[in-house]
């Protein structure tokens, strides 16, 4: 129901663009009139090679990458993306789907879930061009609590909405067959209830280590839950563990907690070969591909030392443009072999 709340909120937001935008063409022929032959190739050219990038919301990880993608590979008016600061990345599967002008997006893989049975083949029409960080599922209990199972019918806090937690975290818990108690508050006053005993647990999807657990003070007896990948999460999660190294005041030396991973990909809309769109990310491939590097220099963000580009994501197909640079980089590499 939300999925479809949501895709007739942007389809109206669609119409109402284009409703306000029929007297533009005459306008944009007013002024064109008054621009020199240079001023017209540059904003042809602009427009041509610009890149609308659904980042997040502003104090989220994605909409930071997207701004740091933007500083290396803006190159005037042949290559210019867009960061646009959004609803999260669960909302921006919506916003590439609907949203004008959006050609790529920051999402997480399993949000592609809430659509399988509203879009047809969603997994045909969203593809993903590279894995930029895994966000892992931390499950943190009071010290009463020792099983995941403990946790059915008592309060839970997935974070605000908007949130990867907040989508994804529910999501979990239903393949899980756990049923909680959710909340949706801010996660520091949740732990803060936490403390008080208020709430059970508090569910966080995000990339480790999590400041709240690694530099915060816990009494004996918090800790993380453990969540095994099997079967049900093959689709779209990775397996991953929480390690002493991420919270040594948590976790004993030595000793690691296994849990799953949500990829958080760029992805983009599957346009048609050949068209104006697809060239458009295609160019964004070549420039991003070619200047990663950069992205893992200092003065960037660390987790852009772990990105690869040939990591695949579960569940999805990758942009044509994007397997062929790979295909033509490894060519290169057998050719240049002895």
Not at 170 to 199: C, N, W, Y
């Amino acid at each position: 129901m939300r999925c479809v709340a949501r895709v007739l909120f942007f389809m109206l937001g669609a119409f109402i663009l284009a409703s306000s935008s029929v007297a533009q063409p005459r306008a944009a022929q007013n002024n064109s009139s008054s621009l020199g032959p240079n001023e017209t190739d540059i904003r042809n050219r602009t427009n041509a090679w610009t890149v609308g990038l659904a980042g997040g919301l502003l104090e989220g990880a994605p909409i930071h990458f997207a701004t740091e993608i933007a500083r290396v590979v803006n190159d005037g008016s042949d290559m210019h993306v867009l960061p646009v600061v959004t609803r999260g990345p669960t909302e921006n599967v919506n916003d590439l789907l609907y949203l004008r002008g959006i050609d790529a997006a920051i999402i997480n893989s399993d949000s592609l879930e809430e659509y399988k049975s509203q879009v047809p083949q969603i997994q045909k029409r969203i593809t993903y061009v590279l894995s930029l960080f895994p966000s892992e599922l931390h499950v943190f209990v009071r010290p009463e609590i020792h099983t995941l199972a403990e946790l059915a019918g008592k309060k839970v806090n997935f974070n605000t909405q908007g949130t990867a937690a907040a989508y994804s975290g529910p999501l979990i818990f239903s393949r899980l067959g756990i049923d909680v108690d959710k909340t949706f508050i801010p996660h520091p006053v949740a732990l803060e209830q936490m403390k008080r005993g208020e709430i059970a647990a508090v569910v966080f999807v995000t990339s480790k280590p999590v400041d709240a657990f690694a530099k915060g003070k816990w009494d004996d007896g918090f800790k993380f839950l453990p969540v095994e990948f099997g079967p049900k999460f093959e689709d779209y999660y990775l397996a991953s563990a929480l390690s002493s190294a991420d919270y040594p005041n948590l976790i004993r030396n030595g000793e690691r907690v296994s849990t799953i991973a949500v990829p958080t990909i760029l992805a983009a809309f599957n346009w048609p070969e050949g068209s104006p769109r697809y060239r458009r990310v295609a160019r964004l491939i070549d420039e991003l591909f070619s200047r990663v590097d950069k992205l893992k220099a200092p003065g960037f963000d660390p987790k852009w030392k772990d990105v690869n580009l040939t990591t695949q994501v579960p569940g999805l197909e990758r942009f044509p443009a994007a397997q062929a640079w790979l295909d033509r980089k490894a060519n290169n590499k057998q050719s240049a072999l002895p």
